[in-house]
Every structure is written in C-alpha cells, then in structure tokens.
C-alpha cells in the first residue's frame, strides 16, 4: 500500500517535472531488454545527482557503478562542455548496453567506460596520475563501499562531494549484528565518515518507485 502511494507519487513528479525524456526513457527500455536488473536511480534522484554535481560546478565526475547508464546520463548532463566523465562496470554486458545508452544521448565523447572490478579501475587511474575528482558517486557492489569512500577521499579535493547510494536498503542498516555483507559495507562506509575529519556528511532516507532506501553525502572539507 504505502509503496503503490509512494510510486504514483514519484510517477506525478517525474511527469510534472518533465524527468523523463527520449535519451532517458530509451536507456530504460534497452537495459530492459538486454535484461538489466531494474536497479538504477528513479528519476527524480538521477535529476537531484544532476543538480548536485551542477551546484558543485564539477567538470570531473567518478561513477562507480554504471549499469546501463542511467545515473550516467544524469551526471553528464551536469558538466560543462570541456567536462569528463569515468564510469566503472564490472560486468561487460552491462557497459556494453551503456556504452550505447551514453552514445545516443550525446555522451560518446565525455564519458569513459572502465570494465572490470571497480577496484582494479581505480588502482588503474592512480596509477595513471588521474587528477582529482569533484564529484563523486558511489554505485556498485556495497561490500566495497568503504574501500570506495577511501580511495575519493584520496582522489578528491576539498570542495568535491561524494554521494554513495543505498545505504538504507528497507531500514536494515540499522542493525549492528546484521551479517548482510552489503549492509556490513555501507556501515564500515558510514564509520569512515564519521571517523574522517576530512569529510562532512550525512544520511537521507528516500521511498519512492524504488521502495525505502536512501543515500549518503558528503563534501572533502580538507
Ligand atoms: N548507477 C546505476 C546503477 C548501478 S547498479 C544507475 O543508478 O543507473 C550496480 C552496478 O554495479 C551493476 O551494474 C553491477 O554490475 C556493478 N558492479 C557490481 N560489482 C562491481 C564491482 N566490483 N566493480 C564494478 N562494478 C560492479
Ligand atoms: C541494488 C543496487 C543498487 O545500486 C540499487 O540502487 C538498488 C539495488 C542491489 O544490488 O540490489
Ligand atoms: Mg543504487
């Protein structure tokens, strides 16, 4: 009952608000068809990733956990012409119906698609010297969600944010003794930022067509 409620409601904001339009729609409709798990941001999320890295002026954005895109294609639109875009997918299947998303809505040019482990990626640009990031989003397999946070905090600079999703997951983040790697992640994740008097944050809950969850963000303030 309440999530029907909170769906139509998210159906009358993505309407209202024009959240949804050709580039967009047809991401939904080839991840669908290739099979992707329906997992991505609602829209009316993937439009507040957009106005975030928008208010933060990013011109340098990390996605770890591409999927077919979707977020993707939110974050990119917040960049400015000179901007980039790295995106990280483990499973090649996924990148590949991105890879197509991202073209057809204009992104062949600024978005990078990396395959593999996240991890691998991002020992990869730190190897390459990648300059630091301004925007940061967190997407991926939960279980690394600490290692995740760990490795913006030091590719970062002070100003950038760092938003890292599903840290709710229907209210068990609450429980201390879950055993829910997932959710051991995202807790280890929530620690760090407690810990870290490098970082600023906090943690939202959300329902919507996506059920009860939630997200986490956080500004590097040194
Ligand atoms: N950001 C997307 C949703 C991502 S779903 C959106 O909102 O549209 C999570 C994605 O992370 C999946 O595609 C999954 O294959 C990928 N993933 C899982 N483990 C990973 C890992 N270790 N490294 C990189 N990607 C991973
Ligand atoms: C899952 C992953 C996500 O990124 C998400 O937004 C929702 C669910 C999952 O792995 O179940
Ligand atoms: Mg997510």
Avoid at 81 to 104: C, F, K, M, Q, W
Avoid at 125 to 148: M, S
């Amino acid at each position: 009952m309440p999530e029907q409620l909170w769906t139509e409601v998210d159906t009358y904001f993505t309407d209202r608000l024009s959240l949804a339009d050709e580039a967009l729609t047809g991401a939904l409709a080839a991840s669908e068809e290739a099979g992707l798990p329906g997992i991505n941001v609602a829209p009316n999320q993937g439009k507040l990733l957009q106005l975030l890295a928008e208010i933060q002026g990013a011109r340098r954005i990390l996605e770890i956990g591409t999927l077919g895109g979707y977020s993707t294609i939110w974050l990119a639109r917040a960049l400015p012409a000179d901007g980039s875009l790295i995106t990280l997918e483990y499973a090649p299947e996924h990148a590949a119906v991105a890879r197509a998303n991202l073209d057809r809505a204009g992104f062949a040019e600024r978005v990078d698609i990396r395959v593999g482990p996240a991890l691998d990626s991002l020992a990869r640009l730190a190897e390459e010297g990648t300059e630091p990031f301004d925007f940061v989003f967190i997407d991926a397999d939960k279980v690394n969600n600490p290692n995740y946070l760990a490795w913006a905090l030091d590719h970062t600079r002070p100003g950038s944010v760092v938003v890292v999703d599903n840290v709710v997951r229907s209210g068990a983040v609450k429980d201390a003794e879950s055993t829910d790697p997932a959710i051991v992640g995202t807790r280890a994740a929530l620690d760090l930022l407690a810990a870290e008097p490098r970082l600023s944050g906090t943690a939202v809950q959300t329902v919507g067509s996506k059920g009860y969850d939630g997200f986490a963000l956080a500004r590097v303030i040194s």
